[in-house]
């Protein structure tokens, strides 16, 4: 909604989404837990892919839809953690094998040439911030205090938005719907968002977790049909039924 119109500039809405996540977070954290900014526990290497992810994703989104920019982001997500997986002698089943082939496969046909593949430049943008995303998952593992930690990193990444907003000064765009659907990005869906999904995990092993995570980029094609306007192509209904069908199959066929 704020970048698909020109709402607002990618580099203002990164900026702005990281800021008022920070504040959220942070505000969260101080009323629940009683802790204060001199306890945040997170990690520089952290907050790099976190600002990495929140910058190819802002700029991906100036030319993807919700939908295919979602499919992207989550299949890029799951095939990096995966590989590291793989990398650190982890042995995948035979189903896993087939599911991750299945993802990949999916993955090659939403964003090869034809008449309905998206931009290369945005998906190889959304293709950057998966990698971020999964790396910055992989290095948040075994935090003590997932939602401490995430604070941390947020107020970190906020400083090296800025930087990326000062050399986009020329390009400086922001109207009032723009800067609202920044800050409810960042505060809504990134602050109180986490936080649901933190107490979530609680309850969920980590296959039910990952299996309801796979949810997100259907969520993201009919929110953008329905609230968009955007088409629902064949490439896409067939991309999305290979990717979600593969991680599917590879997080079933986890021992």
Same mark, same amino acid.
């Given at each position: ?16 989404? #990281? ?51 979602? #499919? ?67 290095? $948040? ?41 920044? #800050? ?6 990134? $602050? ?31 929110? $953008? ?31």
């Amino acid at each position: 909604m704020a970048l698909g119109p020109g709402a607002i500039d990618a580099a203002s809405f990164m900026t702005l989404r #990281l800021a008022s996540g920070a504040a959220m977070l942070f505000v969260i954290m101080a009323f629940s837990q009683g802790k204060s900014a001199t306890k945040l526990q997170g990690k520089w290497s952290a907050a790099w892919m976190l600002f990495l992810y929140a910058v190819t994703f802002s700029f991906s989104y100036l030319q993807l839809s919700a939908g295919t920019g979602a #499919l992207i982001l989550f299949g890029t997500v799951q095939v990096t953690m995966i590989v590291v997986a793989l990398n650190q002698g982890e042995k995948p089943s035979p189903l896993e094998w087939g599911g991750l082939l299945l993802a990949l496969l999916g993955l090659i046909y939403l964003v090869s040439p034809g008449l309905a593949a998206p931009p290369i430049v945005g998906s190889g943008l959304m293709v950057v911030a998966g990698i971020a995303w999964g790396f910055y998952s992989l290095l $948040g593992r075994g935090a003590q205090d997932p939602v401490a930690y995430t604070t941390a990193n947020f107020v970190r990444a906020v400083p090296l938005a800025m930087g990326v907003s000062l050399v986009n000064l020329s390009g400086l765009h922001m109207t009032l719907p723009g800067v609202i659907l920044a #800050l409810l990005s960042g505060a809504l869906a990134s $602050g109180v968002g986490y936080a649901i999904w933190y107490a979530a995990l609680k309850g969920l092993t980590a296959t039910m977790a990952a299996t309801v995570q796979l949810a997100v980029p259907v969520i993201a094609s009919v929110g $953008g049909i329905l609230l968009l306007q955007e088409a629902l192509t064949m490439r896409l209904a067939l991309a999305s039924l290979m990717i979600l069908g593969g991680i599917g199959l590879a997080v079933v066929g986890r021992r």
